[in-house]
């Protein structure tokens, strides 16, 4: 253990990181030097509350005075207070950390692939500044950038299941057979993923491209959107499009 700073100072600098990720409104890449350094320092403070209950105990008989018995109370009150701050500080690191996940996977309409593949700052600004000289890209800069990076492992694995879990109930509750029996496959009568912030008026909406997306088939047909390009299409066809940001209303 440490004795350069006080019990509870490094699951401080871990909520520092959280409060400047919030305030930023940016991601930053997992601590995990410091969260393990804090699971070092609460295995410290657990061997310290056994050897003094250990203590206590062996200062503990019938003929002692019941103050030589306590005398290990504070000490050992003291130890497990500052274990419990820094599972709680813990806790609401990872806390924070999973809803900006959430918050990242509901920003791309639920494309994980999407997400974990998304470029570094620097190739993603020369993308923006190629889309910009084309007619510009309103949005793009806002997209998240090079998260696969950032996450631990065991993150990774959390949206992968959060993503799964989503289909399913995307499958098993809002679908329905088409053509009214089995083996007409599945039709989505709600799309989960679809964004609520702003209620489309019309069934058929003006595009431009601002990030190639290759061939997508629609209602109308096979589309290729090219950088630059404009379209009139069905909402519904290309509506997770425009939230990935791919395409944009004109």
């Not at 409060?19 to 969260?35: E, F, G, H, I, Q």
């Not at 295995?43 to 018995?69: C, Q, V």
């Not at 997400?115 to 510009?136: E, I, R, S, V």
């Not at 630059?228 to 499009?241: K, N, P, Q, T």
Request: with cysteine.
């Amino acid at each position: 253990m440490n004795h350069t700073h006080q019990y509870g100072d490094l699951a401080t600098q871990l909520l520092t990181e959280s409060r400047r990720s919030t305030a930023t409104n940016t991601l930053l890449k997992y601590n995990d030097v410091l969260v393990r350094a804090i699971v070092r320092e609460q295995r410290d403070l657990e061997a310290r509350i056994e050897a003094a209950l250990a203590h206590s105990a062996a200062a503990a008989n019938p003929d002692a005075d019941a103050p030589a018995e306590n005398a290990y109370m504070p000490t050992i009150l003291l130890y497990q207070t500052a274990i419990l701050r820094n599972k709680r500080c813990l806790l609401a690191y990872h806390h924070h950390r999973i809803e900006f996940l959430k918050d990242l996977y509901w920003s791309v309409g639920g494309a994980l692939p999407l997400l974990l593949a998304l470029p570094p700052a620097g190739a993603n600004a020369n993308a923006n500044a190629q889309a910009a000289a084309a007619g510009g890209a309103a949005g793009i800069g806002a997209a998240p950038q090079d998260v696969r990076s950032k996450l631990s492992p065991h993150e990774v694995d959390f949206l992968r299941s959060y993503n799964e879990s989503l289909r399913t109930l995307r499958t098993e509750a809002f679908s329905s057979a088409a053509g009214g029996g089995a083996g007409h496959g599945l039709t989505e009568d709600i799309d989960l993923l679809a964004p609520i912030s702003h209620p489309p008026k019309d069934l058929q909406v003006h595009v431009r491209v601002v990030r190639d997306c290759g061939v997508v088939y629609t209602e109308l047909g096979a589309i290729d959107f090219k950088r630059g390009h404009r379209f009139l299409v069905r909402r519904s066809d290309i509506e997770h499009l425009i939230v990935q940001g791919y395409l944009e209303e004109s």
